[in-house]
């Protein structure tokens, strides 16, 4: 029974809700523009949802990264900032909470996530080798594509699926995965990437039966294992939902036993660690430690800040410790799935099962008359600007960039819109306003026609590109 449904008289004394375990204690006022304003902003923006001014935003859902509120403690925390160059305490509380949460010997924090993958592409990667991932990110991807690396995707074909309802559908599908080391080596292997849980996938978990037999595989054949664990925690969170033998297992302690299975990992502090910049590298070896640990001074700062503020640092040592906590980690993604039961009771066709960070709206099937090249998921991202203010974001023919050998777009499977929750930000009636607005939208859908885009950048090109409506 989804949290939000009305209960019938006889069932009250037996409903059981979850709520937030904190309360408000500032607040950020909310500006909601009138739809004659928002036509412009979108207008000027190039229909591009990341081009929009923030103020022209009423809820804003483009991102999960950074946006977070922070607690009491972490604000108290960036009071104690150590802003040394060199050896500041917060670097060690910093490296003591890795330590301790996720279990890695060596720590290298860096200004964010693609900082990390930057660095671990250019030590771990050499030309032509290969690097398969259970589903591509765009910026793992392009970091590793700039090191010479040839990406591979060995996710489970149900991951591609966006109605399968597989419980782990993050996977790395073990014979996709073999069928490679066959054909190329295991010499022209950089490493295995593995994310939990995966973002473009709709945010879906990798299970811990899947990463012990992936680590077998490797420990076979000589491979390293890394782990983007971005959204680790929340990966925990379904592992202790959905795997048998781990329904009385802390999150933390699921957390550290998934992690034990890798070699080391990276991590965009700015999403699970609750930061709102912030990123780190954490690896068993040694020799790659003494890499990493140089190559950083070269493109972040010295290997105790990595880009960092002493103050930053801070506050991402105590997130650390208030991430993975249990209650948490149920408010968290018990907030995504009130939102996304409420699509699903309206028949709006949504990525399921319901994932952590996110709603992802399945574009192909809210617009089937828009062939993919006029972009359905960006045009559902720009409707529901319009509709509300209401600020989501694209992941499928335009995030997927080109084929860097063709130069042709890649046409990814998923056709999806990102309506991604903000950690600790908005309430349950941010959660109703937002449901109701994708009805509207869904409601006129047959008038809707597609976008062509007239402005393409050449790394990365979401972030910048422009477009502009078929037809004028
Ligand atoms: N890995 C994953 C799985 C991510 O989702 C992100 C960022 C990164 C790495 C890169 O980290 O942004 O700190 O440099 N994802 C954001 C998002 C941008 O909106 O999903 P970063």
Not at 231 to 254: C, H, L, S
Not at 444 to 472: D, S
Request: with cysteine.
């Amino acid at each position: 029974m989804s949290p939000h449904q009305i209960q019938t008289a006889g069932q009250q004394s037996s409903r059981r809700s979850w709520a937030e375990p904190w309360k408000i204690k500032m607040v950020e006022p909310l500006r909601m523009i009138g739809r004659a304003e928002r036509e412009r902003a979108l207008s000027d923006a190039g229909f591009n949802t990341f081009l929009l001014r923030s103020d022209d935003v009423y809820i804003d859902l483009l991102t999960d990264s950074g946006t977070g509120a922070m607690s009491d403690r972490q604000w108290a925390g960036m009071m104690l900032g150590d802003e040394s160059y060199a050896g500041s305490r917060n670097f060690y509380h910093l490296e003591a909470a890795i330590q301790e949460y996720y279990g890695y010997r060596h720590i290298v924090p860096t200004h964010q996530g693609r900082g990390a993958e930057h660095l671990i592409s250019q030590v771990a990667i050499t030309e032509g080798q290969h690097v398969p991932g259970n589903m591509y990110f765009t910026t793992t991807r392009v970091h590793q594509e700039l090191a010479g690396g040839v990406f591979v995707d060995v996710i489970i074909d149900e991951a591609h699926d966006p109605e399968h309802l597989h419980p782990f559908k993050g996977n790395i599908d073990l014979a996709k995965l073999e069928a490679l080391i066959e054909r190329v080596g295991a010499d022209n292997i950089a490493y295995v990437s593995v994310a939990g849980t995966v973002n473009m996938a709709g945010g879906q978990p990798v299970s811990m039966a899947n990463i012990k037999d992936v680590r077998a595989l490797c420990t076979l054949h000589g491979i390293r294992l890394f782990l983007d664990a971005t959204r680790m925690v929340e990966n925990a969170f379904f592992i202790q939902e959905r795997e048998p033998g781990y329904a009385d297992t802390p999150i933390a302690a699921i957390l550290k036993e998934f992690c034990s299975h890798t070699d080391g990992a990276w991590m965009s502090a700015k999403k699970d660690n609750l930061a709102n910049i912030g990123g780190w590298l954490a690896v068993n070896d040694e020799g790659l430690y003494e890499e990493l640990r140089n190559l950083v001074v070269v493109y972040e700062g010295l290997h105790t800040y990595g880009g960092l503020a002493g103050r930053d640092m801070e506050a991402l040592a105590i997130g650390i410790t208030e991430c993975v906590q249990d209650d948490y980690v149920r408010s968290r993604i018990g907030q995504v799935r009130y939102l996304g039961d409420l699509l699903v009771d309206w028949g709006i066709p949504i990525v399921l099962p319901i994932g952590g960070h996110a709603i992802f709206l399945d574009a192909r099937r809210f617009y089937p008359h828009l062939a993919q090249d006029h972009f359905p998921a960006q045009t559902l991202a720009a409707e529901l600007y319009l509709d509300s203010g209401i600020r989501s974001m694209e992941r499928g023919i335009a995030s997927a960039g080109r084929d860097p050998v063709t130069g042709e777009h890649q046409y990814p499977k998923l056709e999806l819109t990102r309506l991604t929750i903000p950690r600790r930000v908005y309430t349950q009636a941010h959660m109703d306003v937002t449901a109701e607005s994708i009805k509207a939208v869904f409601d006129g859908r047959g008038e809707v026609r597609g976008l062509r885009m007239v402005h393409e950048p050449k790394y990365l090109r979401f972030f910048q590109c422009r477009f502009e409506r078929l037809g004028g």
